[in-house]
Nanobody, 115 residues
Framework: QVQLVESGGGLVQPGGSLRLSCAASGIIFSINAMGWYRQAPGKQRELVAAITRGGGTNYADSVKGRFTISRDNAKNTVYLQMNSLKPEDTAVYLC?????????WGQGTQVTVSS
């Protein structure tokens, strides 16, 4: 059974930082590409950041220079370090894995940026 479990969300003031984690089980983590998406109320789900099995990364323009995605294959975990957070970063953040024709989603963790 595949499970992706996100953690690390919460309420933070503008300019603050959070680190999200996504722990994976039931997949061969090291061969999967991993990504973070987010969905705000009334908006479409969007890709925030992704990392390939080789460590290559890409980011949405809106988070470049502020967010960093990384992975620890020994811990089957992908991270999203979020700095200089803005109110418009408020959303549910979801973790995704994909390899070949198979992709899986976590349940998400809420991030709220507000003073």
């Amino acid at each position: 059974q595949v499970q992706l479990v996100e953690s690390g969300g919460g309420l933070v003031q503008p300019g603050g930082s959070l680190r999200l984690s996504c722990a994976a089980s039931g997949i061969i983590f090291s061969i999967n590409a991993m990504g973070w998406y987010r969905q705000a109320p009334g908006k479409q789900r969007e890709l925030v950041a992704a990392i390939t099995r080789g460590g290559g990364t890409n980011y949405a323009d809106s988070v470049k220079g502020r967010f960093t995605i990384s992975r620890d294959n020994a811990k089957n975990t992908v991270y999203l370090q979020m700095n200089s957070l803005k109110p418009e970063d408020t959303a549910v953040y979801l973790c995704k894995s994909w390899y070949g024709g198979y992709d899986y989603w976590g349940q998400g963790t809420q991030v709220t940026v507000s003073s």
